[in-house]
T-cell receptor, first 113, second 114 residues
Framework: DQQVKQNSPSLSVQEGRISILNCDYTNSMFDYFLWYKKYPAEGPTFLISISSIKDKNEDGRFTVFLNKSAKHLSLHIVPSQPGDSAVYFCAASRRGGADGLTFGKGTHLIIQP | DTGVSQNPRHKITKRGQNVTFRCDPISEHNRLYWYRQTLGQGPEFLTYFQNEAQLEKSRLLSDRFSAERPKGSFSTLEIQRTEQGDSAMYLC????????????FGEGSRLTVL
């Protein structure tokens, strides 16, 4: 049973436009949410996170929104750049991360020139 | 900061053989994690160390798998009597104490079991 779901395996966006990646979760015990970015042949790298006590966190071109009632979070990238082309993983944790992170299957973002 | 180092990067073995992977975390990080990733899936948590103590183990970690972090620095993940289903990318990550969620991942060790 997948507790973190990314229902779009891939997403294609034109350079300069907004990219919106979505993630749903089922476990109400999750209290911390993160986005990781992965290029081929590299390990995932941390991008941005949000605590369950907040509904928005912004870092430069990246903003994460959390809707706890809907158990939904999204990552907005504005404006999208060619270097943003990668696989993006949504992840969640509980109990201060003692159980590790639970990852979604990832969304492959393709930025078209 | 030299990053998280994993070796070997790729291991090909025959079914039934034992394999061992090594992870060297970022030096000041006292938390170390092992994950497994298969094609089309996100990383799956295997186990977690706080210094030398193994504090959590996933049910994915069968009795053929063992992980150690003897001096609280590097860690090894051993798989005994490998099976074809063990073929995957094994990722190591480290972090500072006081969980912020930011794990620093290595490039992974890819296991192929023939």
């Amino acid at each position: 049973d997948q507790q973190v779901k990314q229902n779009s395996p891939s997403l294609s966006v034109q350079e300069g436009r907004i990219s919106i990646l979505n993630c749903d979760y089922t476990n109400s015990m999750f209290d911390y949410f993160l986005w990781y970015k992965k290029y081929p042949a590299e390990g995932p790298t941390f991008l941005i996170s949000i605590s369950s006590i907040k509904d928005k966190n912004e870092d430069g071109r990246f903003t994460v929104f959390l809707n706890k009632s809907a158990k939904h979070l999204s990552l907005h990238i504005v404006p999208s750049q060619p270097g943003d082309s990668a696989v993006y993983f949504c992840a969640a944790s509980r109990r201060g991360g003692a159980d590790g992170l639970t990852f979604g299957k990832g969304t492959h973002l393709i930025i078209q020139p | 900061d030299t990053g998280v180092s994993q070796n070997p990067r790729h291991k090909i073995t025959k079914r039934g053989q034992n394999v061992t992977f090594r992870c060297d975390p970022i030096s000041e990080h006292n938390r170390l994690y092992w994950y497994r990733q298969t094609l089309g899936q996100g990383p799956e948590f295997l186990t977690y160390f706080q210094n030398e103590a193994q504090l959590e183990k996933s049910r994915l970690l069968s009795d053929r798998f063992s992980a150690e972090r003897p001096k609280g620095s590097f860690s090894t993940l051993e798989i005994q009597r490998t099976e074809q289903g063990d073929s995957a990318m094994y990722l190591c990550a480290s972090s500072r104490g006081g969980f912020t969620g930011e794990l620093f991942f290595g490039e992974g060790s890819r296991l192929t079991v023939l």
